[in-house]
DNA sequence: CATGAATGAGGATTCATTCAT
DNA sequence: TATGAATGAATCCTCATTCAT
């Protein structure tokens, strides 16, 4: 209430302890879900007493809370659509989806393994997440899309629903690989490419001076 | 388990007590999920006392597996691959997307949100639906992908990753809306079609007699 | 939510069930003070198990305010005052008072100790019991005393203290019984007249040259 | 436990120190009760951290045996019975119950309003109070009551049932204060004369015969 | 001495499941 | 078959106490 405690140090320790719990939070939860893992689960993972967790989150919700936070500064360390709109549609497209792939590591795909799952059935973290994250992603994409579109960069006719069906084919794919598609998991290296040319496929306008525009149109 | 009672009048007052629950545990278990619901919640819902619900089900996991064969029902009545593979392969395409998200009506949505939200972190659960529904669609599609390519009826290169990609695409986009996009809610309408535009652009050979085989190497 | 259950028989054993389960608590919270006292050992003086407690309370706190009501009742239920106002005062005192401590048997002292060591610390339930009990008590007293201070009955100048001196005496000497006066407990059969005797040397006009001191003995 | 600490100072500082913390806890219980507040609430209401209250207390209970001692001492601080028993009996009761009622002022109730409600419900507590202070009490009033009754300055037949109906009202009027009378609070100033004579009127014999019964009839 | 992070035993409460009616 | 009261295992969370700094 009076101290806002402004040492460095003690504020470093604090926050090592609550990455080593989320850490094992994260654990757990991806092996068990949210609501069937108890806090000695989390506890034990993370090598300390049940009660400690308490020192560091309010209640098993918070938890919960401190992964989306996670995921959601994982997804902000990418921005990387505000830095280059003048690139190459091409050359940004891939880029953006192999950044956007490769951000997953092990651990990020069980944030969202987690997050997900409870995203899916709880309104309260829903809506969090989707202005949270969703929502920002989305409206800055539209302004690309739009801009791009009226540039003739690209042929999309829709620059709503463009952005939504390209994260859609993104979050669809990381969801078959965490439902456990061999394919996708050995294979895994591919996939950025293969998603930024289908992305592409439907977002260029027919290359040079053939005449095939109305395959499109 | 002792008599296996023949009597038809039976079989079907039972068949319709056990969907009166699974009625109410698909709506019971999107709105809570299925750890957090209970089942009086269930039992609430369907009109009927805690008990009787272990007349038809052997425990609450039994309820989830329910949904699974659901689920699962709801996608075999539509497999209108096997049905056509010699049509217009754009014809196809967009009969099969919209088919397929035709099939999603508020209930099988529930029910996707449910089963989706258990399977990322229950391994039992997530091995069953991969083998009762993802690996034997994956399975067909490769054949159809296949014979195309070979056909030269199709330009992508790999007939494994397609489908992937493809029912990545269809997954993503249904569990943005069920994340709560409200652009995807109202214009739900538009989705098959446009779907259908992005998955046929990767796929569809370039028209013109331009070598565009390379964007997939 | 929509059955009343009008059923008479199971109203009382729902009932019963509730009693056994108060006449636990009154044992054990008289024995350990509320707080200290467990579910547990709630369930396990009724002969029930934890979780039954819960199908006829609320929570802990709805244990403490049945006790409340019990004692509430329990003080209605010998609403003397209002029957014989016009009775002679020193009968009526001298009944009043009778009464008044011939109703706490041992159950109703344990009812008291738990409620009145509650009650001195917990804001909440002291203003329930002060509003469901004394402060009735008090406005009804306070009529009577006004009326008979009026007809010339009494001599107490004070109409609001005099009361309160009354209630307090009673309490008071029920208290150093709680607290394990020998002295009292042995002789409460005399307790009542000795009350009495000195509540209306009080309240009484001195009667003359008659030699009072027998009423004491 | 090992050094006797013979430094004044630091005995000083020590003394200093427990009554900073139980002036805390007399707040603290006070509020909450005993078992309701935390060793936490305490600390941060005097102003220190958890631990430091181990310095000085040995564990929880202790705090309530310190608030116990204190009571006491303010018991004993007034023994004013010793000091006079040959005044007129009239000026002492007045005396002594006016004395006795002044001794609590705010902090005094409080630290009755705790220690009673936990003497009600913890037999060691009370045992301990009993024979702390009542006991004795009791014993040197009837020793008086006694010696009065002999000298015929009393008509109290009984000297040891008087001094228990006499303490019971104090303590009584003293718990209806505390359970939040709005009457008694107000009129505390006037509460020791209303005792006094409630209890002199009892305790007093007739003024001989004369006739003054109708001053107030 | 003072601090406050760590500990883990303890307790209120929930809820899947059983079974007598 | 339907019911729902009873059960008690399981779990979140609190908090007195310890102890390294």
């Given at each position: 209430m009076a101290k806002p405690n402004p040492d460095p140090i003690q504020q470093q320790l604090i926050a090592a302890r609550r990455n080593q719990i989320l850490d094992a939070a994260t654990q757990v939860f991806a092996d068990k879900g949210f609501a069937r893992?108890?806090?000695r689960d989390v506890a034990t993972t993370a090598g300390i007493a049940d009660g400690t967790i308490?020192?560091?989150?309010?209640?098993?919700?918070?938890?919960l809370l401190g992964l989306l936070n996670r995921l959601n500064e994982s997804d902000l360390r990418q921005g990387h659509f505000a830095q280059s709109a003048?690139?190459?549609?091409?050359?940004f497209v891939q880029g953006y989806v192999q950044h956007?792939?490769?951000?997953?590591?092990p651990d990020e795909l069980q944030l969202l393994q987690v997050v997900l799952s409870e995203v899916l059935i709880n309104r309260e973290l829903r809506d969090l997440y989707y202005q949270q994250v969703l929502a920002p992603t989305f409206a800055l994409a539209e302004q690309y899309f739009e801009q791009w579109s009226m540039e003739g960069k690209i042929v999309s006719a829709?620059?709503?629903?463009a952005p939504r069906m390209f994260a859609g084919m993104v979050l669809g794919v990381l969801i078959l690989r965490l439902m456990?598609?061999?394919y996708l998991e050995i294979h895994w290296g591919d996939v950025p490419q293969a998603l930024a040319a289908q992305a592409l496929s439907g977002l260029m306008p027919p290359e040079g001076d053939y005449d095939a525009t109305d395959d499109q149109a």
């Open positions: 893992a108890t806090i308490y020192n560091y989150f309010e209640n098993k919700t918070a938890l003048e690139l190459d549609i091409a050359d956007r792939l490769e951000q997953f590591g829709n620059p709503r629903m456990g598609d061999r």
